[in-house]
């Protein structure tokens, strides 16, 4: 069965970095659009940014853009998020996601591409710490 599984959260000061990773299972990772996408509390679920079946194409919301890179090494079948100047509000639960309905069609073309909706398998999520 699809499994999603991120690791890589916790508890960082503010300007800090993370590096968070989503190994897949049971699909054919490099055939899908991944995603990455957080919530807090008492917030919606946010996209914040999704990467091309092949690695070539990404996106991110104007929230991380400049400060996040998204990543995917298809040989391994693992989703990175490079996270860097966090700030307190970047606190949340991080999930990774997979489009493997194929709305994308396997690509990653702005903001389109970051509704939440077009993503069906979820992993467990990580939580996200940024201290100020």
């Known amino acids: 069965q699809v499994e999603l599984v991120e690791s890589g959260g916790g508890l960082v000061q503010a300007g800090g970095s993370l590096r968070l990773s989503c190994t897949a299972s049971?699909?054919?990772?490099?055939?899908?659009?991944m995603g990455w996408f957080r919530q807090a509390p008492g917030k919606e679920r946010e996209g914040l940014s999704c990467?091309?079946?092949?690695?070539?194409?990404?996106a991110y919301a104007d929230s991380v853009k400049g400060r996040f890179t998204i990543s995917r090494d298809n040989a391994k079948n693992t989703l990175y998020l490079q996270m860097n100047s966090l700030k307190p509000e970047d606190t949340a639960m991080y999930y990774c996601?997979?489009?493997?309905?194929?709305?994308?069609?396997?690509?990653?073309?702005?903001?389109?591409?970051?509704?939440?909706?077009?993503?069906?398998?979820w992993g467990q999520g990580t939580q996200v710490t940024v201290s100020a």
């Open positions: 049971g699909f054919t990772f490099d055939h899908y659009t």
């Open positions: 990467i091309s079946r092949s690695g070539g194409s990404t």
């Open positions: 996601a997979a489009d493997t309905k194929m709305d994308l069609y396997g690509y990653c073309t702005g903001s389109y591409s970051l509704i939440v909706s077009r993503y069906n398998y």
